[in-house]
T-cell receptor, first 112, second 113 residues
Framework: SQQGEEDPQALSIQEGENATMNCSYK?????LQWYRQNSGRGLVHLIL?????REKHSGRLRVTLDTSKKSSSLLITASRAADTASYFC????????????FGGGTRVLVKP | EAQVTQNPRYLITVTGKKLTVTCSQN?????MSWYRQDPGLGLRQIYY???????DKGDVPEGYKVSRKEKRNFPLILESPSPNQTSLYFC????????????FGDGTRLSIL
């Protein structure tokens, strides 16, 4: 089953603009992670936010977590062509043991 | 260099012919897992392992086997592959569990005819 659902499924923006994508999940979580996948390649970890945290930053990335709404957002500021990729959220939960559950992903195209 | 290595990267085979996809990590990680990625479905976890000789089912284990005889290796075995197992497969590892950042291999694209 998919715990996380990303929205939108696809996003097209101009270089320099901000990109925002959302992840919703169904059950209580311990942590939520965001990953990037360039076409056909392995996933690369971007950022991890714990259930007791509300916001985290890493470079041009900003992640928020709202456990009351069971949702998270990933903001990429001042996007670059190199940010073109698919972005996935992943959650782990006490109830799920040591499983990691991914959402369907958001495809981001940054046009030069 | 810290890495997760999968082999083969590409494989085309036929229904029923047993195959093994190998996965090896050089980071002394205890947690390893396998995922399959299908269009529109994201990544779905097949099996995971907390340590040597400890494996557990993920969300889509049917048709797959795994073993963890050594810490560094976590092969995925398809005893009797079928066309619905055509997919892109990823192996990943982390120091201790799902709650930590995962290091992914570059993927294995399997086509079962």
């Amino acid at each position: 089953s998919q715990q996380g659902e990303e929205d939108p499924q696809a996003l097209s923006i101009q270089e320099g603009e901000n990109a925002t994508m959302n992840c919703s999940y169904k059950t209580s979580i311990n942590n939520l992670q965001w990953y990037r996948q360039n076409s056909g390649r392995g996933l690369v970890h971007l950022i991890l936010i714990r259930s007791n945290e509300r916001e985290k930053h890493s470079g041009r990335l900003r992640v928020t977590l709202d456990t009351s709404k069971k949702s998270s957002s990933l903001l990429i500021t001042a996007s670059r062509a190199a940010d073109t990729a698919s972005y996935f959220c992943a959650t782990d939960a006490f109830a799920a043991g040591n499983k990691l559950t991914f959402g369907g992903g958001t495809r981001v195209l940054v046009k030069p | 260099e810290a890495q997760v290595t999968q082999n083969p990267r590409y494989l085309i085979t036929v229904t029923g012919k047993k195959l093994t996809v190998t996965c090896s990590q050089n980071m002394n990680h205890e947690y390893m897992s396998w995922y399959r990625q299908d269009p529109g479905l994201g990544l779905r976890q097949i099996y995971y392992s907390m340590n040597v000789e400890v494996t557990d089912k993920g969300d889509v284990p049917e048709g797959y086997k795994v073993s963890r005889k050594e810490k560094r290796n976590f092969p995925l075995i398809l005893e009797s592959p079928s066309p619905n197992q055509t997919s892109l497969y990823f192996c990943a590892s982390s120091p201790q569990g799902a709650y930590q950042p995962q290091h992914f291999g570059d993927g294995t694209r399997l086509s079962i005819l």
